[in-house]
């Protein structure tokens, strides 16, 4: 068994609202509720000021709870992804992790030295160079000079800003602030790395190379915890995964069953039955929306679960505000891993040719026997111009179950174990000249 990285005991933080009357404005009141308390019949004991005063924040709505009651135990070598909607507590509890402000009510105990990277610029002094700052973030850090002297190439190469490593970082982009940030906490060697969202700065293949070298730092057996909204990370890149929900701790589990779980919810929560996403938000151009997407058995009808080898319909509405002339449509399907396994199209090499559209309407994508294995998907929409270019293009709009079937009639069900295309084939066995097997061959 692993070593425990971070034990979280009963951890709550709680806030007054912006705006309310503090405590020490209702200080006379609290004396005079205690006071009374001596003149009271029937009651056992007199409370004490403080107790008057912990039951005023408790009972008083200028207060709630960020987080409560939260208990976890993160062991070395971990990496846990923590999820969950806007407001759900989880910068929170990072912020509680990196020491940044105190818990309300619990413990926790740490076994290594902690490593923050939680928002663009934390920790970095603007008017100071991007090489003092990597310096000053491992002293932070507690680290000595020449420990950091010995993997400053590192760093900076990581970062990709050699040429502006001696520029005051008041001068920096959002995305250098990020990749500098992010290879100082990855390479000064922290036993425990705390990374909140930030790596949405960046760019693609910035964010895959973060990714590779979170993996790095956990195969060293040094703990990750990483906050995201970004589903395909969290089961791409964490075996573990806990979702909070309104401050509490609701699921903590393997990663693809939470992010189920998380997903689900969310689609409840959205109104949605069935496999139906509200996109307005992810899919819009001038003159052109794409508010929603269906996954739709080959009749027409709702789905809850997709299963390999049967007809799915994947139904996208738009509204056109002025006539979209000769248009195209694709649709991609994508592993967690953002490996493309599907891009769908109706482009003319497809065969298919698309009138000029206007107004509302819906045009599906019918692929039948589904040839995927079961396991975890990506849904992508393109709305664009033939050869001209994508108006609407994103990877993730959704994500969604394929329930393994039995591809090959032996009787067991192909997950992605065995890769993510089903394809028939046939195996020929053709013996070798000899007059016959062997025992051992045969056996084999």
Same mark, same amino acid.
């Given at each position: 068994?692993?070593?425990?990285?971070?034990?979280?005991?009963?951890?709550?933080?709680?806030?007054?609202?912006?705006?309310?009357?503090?405590?020490s404005y209702n200080l006379r009141a609290d004396i005079t509720e205690w006071i009374k308390g001596f003149f009271r019949r029937g009651q056992p004991s007199h409370a004490t000021l403080h107790e008057v005063q912990e039951k005023h924040r408790t009972e008083s709505s200028e207060y709630f709870w960020a987080l409560k009651d939260i208990n976890l135990e993160i062991k070395q070598g971990e990496v846990v992804g923590i999820?969950?909607?806007?407001?759900?507590?989880?910068?929170?509890?990072?912020?509680?992790?990196?020491?940044?402000?105190p818990p309300t009510t619990g413990t926790?105990?740490?076994r290594g030295r902690v490593a923050s990277l939680l928002e663009v610029g934390t920790g970095f002094h603007r008017e100071l160079t991007g090489r003092e700052n990597i310096f000053l973030n491992g002293s932070i850090l507690g680290m000595k000079r020449a420990e950091i002297t010995k993997r400053f190439d590192e760093i900076v190469a990581f970062a990709e800003i050699d040429k502006f490593i001696d520029t005051p970082v008041k001068f920096y982009s959002s995305g250098m602030y990020v990749r500098l940030a992010f290879a100082?906490?990855?390479?000064?060697?922290?036993?425990?790395?705390?990374?909140?969202?930030?790596l949405a700065v960046g760019d693609v293949a910035?964010?895959?190379?973060?990714?590779?070298?979170?993996?790095?730092?956990?195969?060293?057996?040094?703990?990750i915890l990483l906050v995201t909204h970004n589903m395909v990370y969290v089961t791409h890149a964490c075996q573990r995964a806990v979702l909070l929900e309104n401050g509490a701790l609701v699921a903590d589990a393997e990663s693809n069953s939470v992010v189920k779980r998380y997903?689900?919810?969310?689609?409840?929560?959205?109104?949605?039955?069935? *496999?139906?996403?509200?996109?307005?938000?992810?899919?819009?151009?001038? +003159?052109?929306?794409? %508010?929603? &997407? /269906?996954? !739709?058995?080959?009749?027409?009808?709702?789905?809850?679960q997709i299963h390999g080898g049967e007809?799915?319909?994947?139904?996208?509405?738009?509204?056109?505000?002025?006539?979209?002339?000769?248009?195209?449509?694709?649709?991609?399907?994508?592993?967690?891993?953002?490996?493309?396994?599907?891009?769908?199209?109706?482009?003319?090499?497809?065969?298919?040719?698309?009138?000029?559209?206007?107004?509302?309407?819906?045009?599906?994508?019918?692929?039948?026997? *589904?040839?995927?294995t079961g396991?975890?998907?990506?849904?992508?929409? +393109?709305?664009?111009? %033939?050869? &001209? /270019?994508? !108006?609407?293009?994103?990877?993730?709009?959704?994500?969604?179950?394929?329930?393994?079937?039995?591809?090959?009639?032996?009787?067991?069900?192909?997950?992605?174990?065995?890769?993510?295309?089903?394809?028939?084939?046939?195996?020929?066995?053709?013996?070798?000249?000899?007059?016959?097997?062997?025992?051992a061959d045969s056996e084999h």
């Open positions: 068994m692993s070593a425990s990285a971070i034990t979280i005991e009963n951890v709550g933080k709680r806030y007054r609202y912006a705006g309310t009357t503090p405590l999820i969950g909607r806007n407001g759900a507590g989880k910068s929170t509890l990072l912020k509680i992790l990196s020491r940044i402000t926790i105990t740490y100082v906490a990855a390479h000064l060697e922290p036993d425990i790395l705390v990374v909140d969202e930030v910035f964010q895959r190379k973060c990714l590779g070298k979170m993996g790095e730092v956990a195969k060293q057996g040094r703990t997903l689900a919810a969310s689609r409840e929560l959205s109104g949605n039955r069935g *496999l139906k996403f509200d996109t307005t938000h992810q899919l819009t151009a001038p +003159g052109l929306v794409v %508010p929603m &997407v /269906e996954l !739709l058995d080959e009749n027409g009808a709702s789905l809850d007809t799915l319909r994947v139904r996208i509405h738009y509204q056109c505000k002025r006539m979209l002339l000769s248009p195209s449509f694709a649709v991609t399907l994508s592993t967690p891993t953002g490996v493309e396994v599907l891009r769908l199209s109706t482009l003319p090499i497809s065969g298919c040719v698309l009138p000029d559209l206007g107004g509302k309407g819906y045009l599906d994508c019918v692929i039948e026997r *589904l040839p995927l396991g975890q998907y990506f849904l992508g929409v +393109g709305v664009g111009r %033939p050869n &001209v /270019e994508y !108006l609407i293009f994103n990877d993730n709009v959704a994500s969604f179950e394929i329930v393994p079937f039995d591809a090959y009639g032996s009787g067991f069900g192909v997950d992605s174990r065995c890769g993510y295309v089903v394809v028939q084939h046939r195996w020929e066995f053709v013996p070798s000249g000899r007059s016959g097997l062997s025992q």
